[in-house]
């Protein structure tokens, strides 16, 4: 927008010379707006040639906004359409990486990082930046350029949370009420005496309770917190990536990896196919004191019941009713569910307001039934809760059919964020792409 505008009165004298007072109240907040919250025109902006190789519903397009990033995990949108990625291991020391597109071609042509850790988890809330390592949470201040003030000094939020390697990643969410949220996943498949070991037994209760499989809360603004000042907020989840808080329902939101080797300890309950099938990858809304069963229960979608887990005396049968949490949607398993976003742009039709998009990232633990996963799934929501089927929104990630392992797909998808114009950000952790997905009538 230019600002030196040449508006006229109905007699034809130039506004200018009648000072700067007569300006329009409308068009002084627009070129306020313009300086305090410029980003680069999404009006003119146009899929690549065949949508990055994504099959997606018709009116949407695709085009590649980053390249060769690294091992992209979760990502996160400034209001002036800048790009904060969170690498799982840091690329030349540097374990975020900033994407800005300065000639508004919806393409990132800048590239820089900061942050000599790796992880998942990264937000921006109330003019900072939070981002995640796989035992800490730090916070960094925006300055009024909406840039990083001092990236190589940032707050420890929280520190001291458990890594033993499995399941270590610490996504994290935030609520209106200045509090952060943070997935601590268990080192274990189902917290048997001894892991991943056929005939050992389940151990009740399970220790690893104290310290992991849940959802802690901390405070947003206090600094040196760990599990001496936080609190569990919810427990029986095995591993959570994807998560999010839904502005709508004012809630916690977590998608929660389902447990392995179903046919390999019991093939006397469970078929390959039966196994590799269950149990459900499950979506649940939580509340403080949650508890989803994991480790002593599973999730089995054709039963639709929560079922008790074989190491904890089931037989794929015997079902519990009223002890844990029920999910609130149920998808196939081993697809490794690990970007959630709700969606709250303009961009997008409106059915898409307030829906849940999905990231499946794919999960070694099908075979020897053909991998399944490599795409972006949506569930629609109505008051909160959803209001019809899940469906694939967006595929073509893996770049063929047929995957054998998880390493034969082309690209991965791992995060999800939302851009101001309502532009839907994909990353995907294997080759480092930064897919962004638009809607044009």
Not at 239 to 245: E, S
Request: proline share 6%; charged share 20%.
């Amino acid at each position: 927008m230019k600002t030196g505008l040449a508006l006229t009165l109905s007699d034809s004298k130039p506004l200018k010379k009648l000072g700067l007072f007569l300006l329009l109240p409308s068009v002084m907040l627009a070129l306020h707006s313009c300086h305090n919250n410029a980003q680069p025109p999404t009006a003119g902006l146009t899929a690549d040639s065949g949508n990055v190789g994504l099959q997606l519903p018709e009116g949407f397009g695709a085009l590649r906004f980053a390249d060769s990033t690294g091992n992209a995990r979760h990502l996160t949108v400034n209001k002036n359409g800048v790009v904060f990625v969170k690498l799982e291991s840091p690329v030349k020391g540097n374990g975020i990486v900033v994407l800005t597109d300065k000639n508004g071609d919806g393409r990132a042509d800048e590239h820089s990082g900061f942050a000599p850790y790796g992880g998942t988890g990264i937000a921006i809330k109330d003019g900072y930046l939070y981002a995640s390592s796989n035992t800490s949470v730090f916070r960094y201040k925006l300055n009024d350029k909406l840039e990083v003030a001092d990236p190589q000094h940032p707050d420890t939020l929280v520190s001291g949370l458990i890594d033993r390697g499995q399941h270590n990643s610490k996504s994290i969410a935030l609520d209106n009420n200045g509090n952060l949220y943070v997935n601590i996943g268990a080192p274990s498949n189902v917290c048997q005496e001894k892991d991943r070991t056929k005939g050992s037994p389940g151990m009740q209760p399970c220790p690893l309770l104290d310290s992991a499989g849940g959802i802690w809360v901390f405070k947003a603004n206090e600094l040196h917190q760990g599990y001496h000042n936080g609190k569990r907020y919810a427990t029986g989840l095995r591993n959570v990536v994807g998560l999010d808080w839904n502005q709508a329902t004012n809630a916690l939101y977590v998608m929660q990896h389902g447990r392995d080797n179903l046919h390999d300890f019991f093939p006397e309950l469970y078929d390959a196919k039966t196994s590799a099938e269950l149990p459900a990858e499950t979506m649940y809304k939580l509340h403080e004191g949650s508890d989803c069963g994991w480790p002593y229960i599973y999730y089995d979608q054709f039963q639709q019941k929560k079922i008790i887990s074989p190491e904890y005396g089931g037989d794929g049968k015997k079902a519990v009713t009223d002890k844990y949490d029920d999910p609130i949607v149920t998808f196939p398993g081993h697809l490794a569910p690990n970007g959630l976003l709700f969606y709250t742009g303009n961009m997008f039709p409106e059915r898409y307001k307030n829906g849940a998009f999905i990231a499946f990232h794919g999960s070694w633990n099908r075979a020897p039934e053909p991998q399944q996963g490599f795409f972006v799934a949506f569930v629609p929501f109505q008051n909160g809760a959803p209001s019809g089927k899940w469906e694939i929104f967006a595929k073509g990630f893996a770049g063929k059919e047929n995957i054998v392992a998880p390493g034969d797909a082309a690209h991965r998808p791992c995060g999800l964020a939302q851009g101001p114009d309502g532009s839907l950000y994909v990353s995907d952790d294997k080759m480092g792409t930064i897919y962004r997905i638009i809607y044009k009538k």
